[in-house]
């Protein structure tokens, strides 16, 4: 059984820095693409970063430059490292996995199977 458990989200001032990690357990990275997502309230949930199984990495326009993904195949982890975070980088931020279709694209929801539940982000001014 597949899961994937997002934590480290939190509170944080704006300028400031903040990590997030998705553990995942019952499959591996191997020609996985690991994404996450970002839904703010009364908004649609949309892209924020992924990367695949090669190492490749996707970052939204509004990340980037201030947002990192990266993998850590020995803890089955993937880490979004957020800097310079803004108001409007307030939001539940998922984790998403997609194991079995290595060439959907990076950046649609619907190429992801599993999904974490979510932790919140909230920057403060």
């Known amino acids: 059984q597949v899961q994937l458990v997002e934590s480290g989200g939190g509170l944080v001032q704006a300028g400031g820095s903040l990590r997030v990690t998705c553990a995942v357990s019952g499959r591996t990275f191997t020609g996985a693409t690991m994404g996450w997502f970002r839904q703010a309230p009364g908004k649609e949930r949309e892209f924020v970063a992924a990367?695949?199984?090669?190492?490749?990495?996707y970052s939204a326009d509004s990340v980037k430059g201030r947002f990192t993904i990266a993998s850590d195949n020995a803890k089955n982890t993937v880490n979004l490292q957020m800097n310079s975070l803004k108001l409007e980088d307030t939001a539940v931020y998922y984790c998403?996995?997609?194991?079995?279709?290595?060439?959907?694209?990076?950046?649609?929801?619907?190429?992801?199977?599993?999904w974490g539940p979510g932790t919140q982000v909230t920057v403060s001014s």
């Open positions: 998403a996995g997609n194991f079995d279709r290595p060439r959907a694209l990076p950046s649609t929801r619907g190429s992801y199977d599993y």
């Open positions: 990367i695949r199984w090669d190492g490749s990495t």
